[in-house]
């Protein structure tokens, strides 16, 4: 049974940057049919895919449009999680993000399962 | 990007009574090759992540309750609560997993009358 577990600061300075990790129980961060999203909810914008990593001989990454330029997810195999970057924050940025799973042209290509979320405000 | 819209955004069902929840995707999500359709849906209650109910527009997840169903194919789906129970108050979301960027509905709200 695959776990997420969220970690990471939930009060961020505009312009600042927002880091977040999520560690994997249950499956592999290398996993060839797994690939390891960022997704966040607020009020304004409802639930949005933020980007993902995911390793097939090697490691890619895809990214939204809306924080392409903003936007790092990295994977960390010595301690089996990845994380999230997102650079020059402002109070748009305040949201709820999560960590998910999901398969790239597998069998289980929904996001499932969720980490428990971190509410992350930007404020001075 | 794959549109999602649901409706109603809310509505208020009698203990027992069914729910039926609308969504529709801009464009078709059903993989022809596969024959499935990409669609799936979740519930969320307050402070806890959005939880599979549904997946390929009409298989339930492991675990779910069998009052909960899923219909639909191309680019309209439906999620029926047979007969609503107080602990399916929530708010049900509707997603597309057929392209990149995989996307959401806006959700609907569900509430007891």
């Known amino acids: 049974q695959v776990q997420l577990q969220q970690s990471g600061p939930g009060l961020v300075k505009p312009s600042q940057t927002l880091s977040l990790t999520c560690a994997i129980s249950?499956?592999?961060?290398?996993?060839?049919?797994?690939?390891w999203n960022w997704i966040r909810q607020s009020p304004s914008r409802g639930l949005e895919w933020l980007g993902r990593?995911?390793?097939?001989?090697?490691?890619?990454?895809d990214y939204a449009v809306s924080v392409k330029s903003r936007i790092t997810i990295n994977p960390d195999t010595s301690k089996n999680q990845f994380s999230l970057q997102l650079k020059s924050v402002t109070p748009e940025d305040t949201a709820v993000y999560y960590c998910?799973?999901?398969?790239?042209?597998?069998?289980?290509?929904?996001?499932?399962?969720w980490g428990q979320g971190t509410l992350v405000t930007v404020s001075s | 990007d794959i549109v999602m819209t649901q409706s109603p955004d809310s509505l208020a069902v009698s203990l027992g009574e069914r729910a039926t929840i609308n969504c529709k995707s801009s464009?078709?999500?059903?993989?022809?090759?596969?024959?499935?359709?990409?669609l799936a849906w979740y519930q969320q209650k307050p402070g806890q992540p959005p939880k599979l109910l549904i997946y390929?527009?009409?298989t339930r997840e492991s675990g779910v309750p069998d009052r909960f169903s899923g219909s639909g194919s191309g680019t309209d789906f439906t999620l029926t609560i047979s007969s609503l129970q107080a602990e399916d108050v929530a708010v049900y979301y509707c997603h597309q997993y057929y392209s990149t960027p995989k996307t959401f509905g806006q959700g609907t709200k569900v509430e007891i009358k």
């Open positions: 998910a799973r999901d398969e790239v042209a597998g069998t289980r290509d929904w996001f499932d399962p």
């Open positions: 390929s527009a009409s």
């Open positions: 249950g499956d592999s961060v290398s996993s060839n049919t797994a690939a």
């Open positions: 464009q078709s999500v059903l993989y022809s090759s596969k024959n499935k359709n990409y």
């Open positions: 990593t995911y390793y097939r001989s090697k490691w890619y990454n």
